[in-house]
């Protein structure tokens, strides 16, 4: 069973920064995307940034140029540097990894962390 453990969220003054982390751990032999998904409150969850096994990214462009995705694969790690924050950031950041490779071949689609709380105020 693969789980997904986020730290690093917190209280943070606008035009602060912030680092969030994201541990896979489990029967893993890969992991083909990870990601971020937040959620406001009174809102729809939406993707953040993600990152393949390759590198490849997808970033929204309400964050494109303020946050950083990045991901160790011998660590099944994901990180996202949240630079120039905004109150408009202020949501419960949730870590996804999807297509999850054991070491016995099966495949498990999306898993959820559990959600870290960001809030930018001043």
């Known amino acids: 069973q693969v789980q997904l453990v986020e730290s690093g969220g917190g209280l943070v003054q606008p035009g602060g920064s912030l680092r969030l982390s994201c541990a896979a751990s489990?029967?893993?032999?890969?992991?083909?995307?990870m990601g971020w998904y937040r959620q406001a409150p009174g809102k729809q969850r939406e993707l953040v940034a993600s990152?393949?096994?390759?590198?490849?990214?997808n970033v929204a462009d309400s964050v494109k140029g303020r946050f950083t995705i990045s991901r160790d694969n011998a660590k099944n790690t994901v990180y996202l540097q949240m630079n120039s924050l905004k109150p408009e950031d202020t949501a419960v950041y949730y870590c996804?990894?999807?297509?999850?490779?054991?070491?016995?071949?099966?495949?498990?689609?999306?898993?959820w962390g559990q959600g870290t709380l960001v809030t930018v105020s001043s």
């Open positions: 489990g029967s893993i032999f890969s992991i083909y995307v």
């Open positions: 990152i393949t096994s390759g590198g490849s990214l």
């Open positions: 996804n990894a999807d297509r999850i490779r054991s070491f016995g071949g099966t495949v498990v689609g999306a898993v």
